[in-house]
């Protein structure tokens, strides 16, 4: 039987990730959206939506997914009464009616494998299993260098260089706490200037983890840019294009000195773990470093405040989290598969 486990994609915010889910949404098989607003939000706020075993408030939750304008929904093309009416009939889980909001997005393109990219993501991977227990995790890594050069340049990015520096140090941190605890089908990591070095081979390693065959229009990612990539994402303008190296490495002409000393001083031996190049002695400021610290510390502890909190309504949860709509969702909550929810799921 072919997987029909859920996709998704995690880094840090500018590494690649909107090229590698275009990459996945060409494949045959998976479907791969712009990235939404919702997965989270319902989380966190799930004792507000309350047990979805009760319809009323399944519809509720559904409503709220398919109208409001934060969500995003409107950009996935999904019909929203038809979405609204699956979900309220459907299992009685919160993973189901998010997940239900990603099968119509896969339906609409006849695959019957769905994925979702948000680098966000790679800090919450433990909520996406709450509610996905069959999810698989394709972490993209990039010179975080690179990284934190482009993030200085988005409109969207209003925060300052060390929190840039400090953002990418926590996902590679992460990544590494996700690489040593998840079984290795279900986290594969690889790096953004391989893939784009040779995209045929790292998509064919990226296969491989998924139970998926190899598809050459893997390789052409530009040719589902105009469908799966929303207009007013101008700063995604380079995926309607080639895959191409040509960004690679442009960090040491778009950071200032002393912010190339800082990335090397902070990142060095994250970069080196990660095959990247770095001199020693760069020489980075006291002053500089100690800027950097309290930044990432005061990330660090509202990052610990969100986690205690979640542990405290953990304790309490209003309902069923993990979702009823894959083989492996269904065996993990003991519910034997139907006849009929099995032949849409898996390749027609």
Not at 135 to 153: M, P, T
Not at 175 to 195: C, N, Q
Not at 270 to 286: E, F, K, N, Q, T
């Amino acid at each position: 039987m072919r997987s029909d486990r859920p996709v998704f994609i995690i880094g840090c915010p500018r590494s690649g990730t909107t090229m590698l889910q275009l990459m996945l949404h060409a494949h045959p098989r998976i479907a791969v959206p712009p990235e939404t607003r919702f997965l989270l939000q319902a989380y966190y706020h799930r004792r507000i939506h309350g047990d979805m075993r009760v319809p009323g408030n399944r519809r509720a939750l559904a409503e709220w997914i398919a109208t409001d304008k934060s969500t995003k929904f409107r950009e996935l093309g999904v019909d929203r009464d038809a979405y609204i009416r699956k979900a309220a009939d459907g299992p009685g889980s919160l993973g189901s009616v998010i997940g239900e909001v990603f099968r119509g997005y896969a339906e609409r393109f006849r695959k019957p494998r769905w994925g979702d990219k948000r680098p966000s993501y790679s800090k919450h991977v433990d909520v996406v299993l709450r509610l996905f227990p069959d999810a698989q995790f394709i972490h993209l890594i990039r010179d975080g260098r690179d990284c934190v050069a482009s993030l200085k340049e988005m409109p969207w990015f209003t925060l300052d260089v060390y929190h840039a520096i400090a953002i990418w140090a926590a996902t590679i941190d992460h990544g590494r706490r996700h690489a040593a605890r998840l079984p290795a089908d279900a986290y594969h990591e690889l790096r953004y200037e391989d893939l784009t070095a040779d995209p045929a081979t790292e998509l064919a390693k990226v296969c491989a983890f998924l139970g998926e065959d190899y598809d050459p229009a893997m390789c052409e990612p530009s040719r589902v840019a105009r469908v799966a990539v929303p207009a007013r994402k101008v700063w995604h303008s380079n995926t309607h294009h080639a895959v191409t190296q040509a960004r690679v490495g442009t960090w040491s002409t778009r950071l200032a000195p002393w912010e190339i000393a800082l990335c090397e001083e902070v990142l060095g031996r994250r970069l080196r773990a990660y095959g990247y190049d770095v001199p020693g002695g760069s020489g980075a400021s006291v002053r500089h470093l100690l800027a950097y610290r309290r930044t990432a510390a005061r990330r660090a502890l509202s990052r610990a405040e969100q986690v205690a909190r979640d542990r405290v309504n953990r304790m309490r949860e209003p309902g069923p989290l993990a979702a009823m709509l894959t083989s492996g969702q269904l065996s993990h909550v003991g519910v034997p598969r139907p006849r009929a929810a099995s032949s849409r799921l898996v390749d027609r």
